[in-house]
């Protein structure tokens, strides 16, 4: 029973709750930027590369064949095109992570920095600001 209670006490902790919304809403977030990267930005990548479709662009190192009992084998390629979407979308996830957290930071109250104690004077300090009143005292 009590490996139950700290168990519990370790997953209703505000931290881990946090990191798990956190880690629902990153998922979510990177869903939503890659519909935003394959549906808009890719499209006008292309259009711009003259109807090129990245996602379909690879570097084919070994052509298909078929082997001796006739099975297809598949060719060897290297998908250079999905490697520069996803980089493409790494980048905006990262820069938007940027901003959430630039904005989260200017949200945050700068504490002000309490005012520093004034200094106990040093034993010459002392010694001379007597040396002052005694001075003051037989002069005025």
Do not use: H, W
Not at 28 to 48: C, E
Not at 70 to 91: S, W
Not at 122 to 136: A, F, V
Request: proline share 4%; net charge neutral; aromatic share 10%.
């Amino acid at each position: 029973m009590g490996m139950f209670k700290e168990f519990k006490e370790f997953a209703v902790k505000g931290n881990l709750v946090d990191i798990a919304v956190a880690f629902v809403m990153g998922a979510a977030f990177g869903k939503i930027v890659t519909s935003f990267i394959d549906g808009l930005v890719m499209p006008l990548v292309g259009l711009l590369t003259g109807g090129v479709n990245f996602n379909d662009q690879v570097y084919e190192l070994k052509a298909a064949t078929v082997d001796a009992s006739g099975k297809a084998v598949n060719a060897v390629v290297i998908k250079y095109g999905e490697f520069i979407t996803n980089l493409i979308d790494f980048v905006i996830v990262a820069f938007c992570m940027f901003l959430v957290i630039k904005a989260i930071n200017r949200m945050k109250k700068e504490e002000p920095a309490p005012a520093p104690k004034p200094a106990e004077p040093s034993g010459t300090d002392k010694l001379l600001m007597e040396i002052r009143d005694t001075l003051k005292k037989n002069n005025g």
